[in-house]
């Protein structure tokens, strides 16, 4: 066990998606006495109908402000989990130098980084970029690229039957009817800090994605362990690529089972 207190656990959502998306996560996870609170990376527009202004930030950029938060965490003397979705896995990794718990116990400093629990994620090695992770996906042609650099996705439908397999189509698409406009760039820029080998993994498999197919999951677990010569916690659900929206307490039990070793 770490510290006597409960770690906090940040959430770092996917690409195009909200914090308020995984409020029912929260809900549960809070309800065992848990802070647990969802990042909105500046990649992430501010709303459907609200463009971010300015150029599109990068995976750079999302990686700083996760790695600003954790600090603030850590500062306080918190141990701090990472809990990435889809292309949150990518800043997460990305966002953990100098912030682990060892380093920092290294530095005299309280608290830090324990865990990055990937939630269906991207998990590039060293030098790859998202888009190299989804290589042998088909293209996603519901999603087109506005002249000013953000993604967008057009027919929804395209985008529910994939993301949201779980669901009616119809609810399905009135989700992805609310996401925002998501930076471009972001699935270009290389994993250049690898921090994975720095912390401890867990990696929730959901077997029915169809947007990170489990084949692509398990390589990402496999080059994890091969890298960081660790093995990763692997748990697997029979679920789509957002199973917070129908199965939140399956998330949430995860997340429990993840932070109750700290």
């Known amino acids: 066990m770490g510290s006597t207190s409960k770690p ?16 029912p996560v929260f809900e549960l996870v809070r ?5 647990i609170r969802g990042l909105h990376k500046p990649t992430v527009g501010l709303s459907a109908r609200q463009p971010r202004p300015g150029a599109p930030p990068t995976m750079y950029d999302d990686a700083a402000y996760i790695a600003g938060e954790a600090e603030k965490l850590a500062d306080e003397g918190k141990d701090v989990i990472l809990v990435p979705h889809s292309y949150g896995g990518v800043p997460a990794s990305q966002s953990t130098k100098g912030l682990s718990k060892k380093e920092r116990q290294e530095a005299g ?3 830090g980084i324990v865990s990055i629990a990937y939630l269906t994620c991207l998990t590039p090695a ?11 996906v088909p293209p996603e042609t519901q999603i087109n690229l ?3 650099g953000w993604m967008i996705h057009d027919p929804p439908e395209a985008s529910a039957a994939l993301s949201f397999s779980d669901l009616p189509l ?14 471009a760039i972001s ?20 077997e029915k994605d169809l947007v990170i197919p489990p084949a692509i999951q398990r390589a990402g677990i496999d080059m994890i362990e091969r890298e960081s010569g660790r093995k ?31």
């Open 8 to 23: 906090s656990i940040l959430l770092i959502p996917g690409s195009f998606a909200l914090p308020e998306f995984y409020e």
């Open 31 to 35: 309800a065992k006495g848990y802070d």
């Open 109 to 111: 400093k309280p608290g």
């Open 126 to 136: 060293l030098g790859q970029t998202a888009k190299d992770v989804l290589a042998t």
């Open 146 to 148: 506005t002249e000013d």
């Open 170 to 183: 119809e609810e399905g698409t009135a989700w992805v009817n609310k996401f925002p406009q998501h930076s």
């Open 187 to 206: 699935f270009v820029n290389e994993l250049t800090h690898a921090g994975y080998k720095d912390v401890d993994v867990s990696y929730l498999v959901c």
């Open 232 to 262: 990763v916690d692997v748990t697997s659900i029979p679920r789509d690529h957002c199973p917070l929206v129908r199965y939140p307490e399956e998330v949430a039990d995860w997340i429990l089972k993840v932070a109750a070793k700290y």
